[in-house]
Nanobody, 124 residues
């Protein structure tokens, strides 16, 4: 089992920045990739960004490319999401996810483990 705990959410004005953190614990040796997803009220959960646990490969949703950056610190077992130029439409609960599979990293499917979520609210 892998446990994930997100932090760093909050209220920010449009154009501002936030950095989300995700701490992984437990059987982290089984992780191949980690991702960030978000869910706005009344909408389905959607992919935001993903990163392989080794190597340099990262993946982003078109809506956040150029504004968000995913990174990791393997030694600390942490994954981060730096969010810049935030927009009101970025308002959502953001979830950290981890999984052992190598495929479909921009979908929910490869991820077995999920955090509890952290609220991000962007005011206009």
């Amino acid at each position: 089992q892998v446990q994930l705990v997100e932090s760093g959410g909050g209220l920010v004005q449009a154009g501002g920045s936030l950095r989300l953190s995700c701490a992984a614990s437990g059987r982290t040796s089984s992780i191949y990739a980690m991702g960030w997803f978000r869910q706005a009220p009344g909408k389905e959960r959607e992919f935001v960004a993903a990163i392989r646990w080794s190597g340099d490969s990262t993946y982003y949703a078109d809506s956040v490319k150029g504004r968000f950056t995913i990174s990791r610190d393997n030694a600390k077992k942490m994954v981060y999401l730096q969010m810049n130029s935030l927009k009101p439409e970025d308002t959502a609960v953001y979830y950290c996810a981890a999984g052992p599979r190598r495929w479909g990293l921009t979908t929910n499917a490869p991820y077995d483990y999920w955090g509890q979520g952290t609220q991000v609210t962007v005011s206009s």
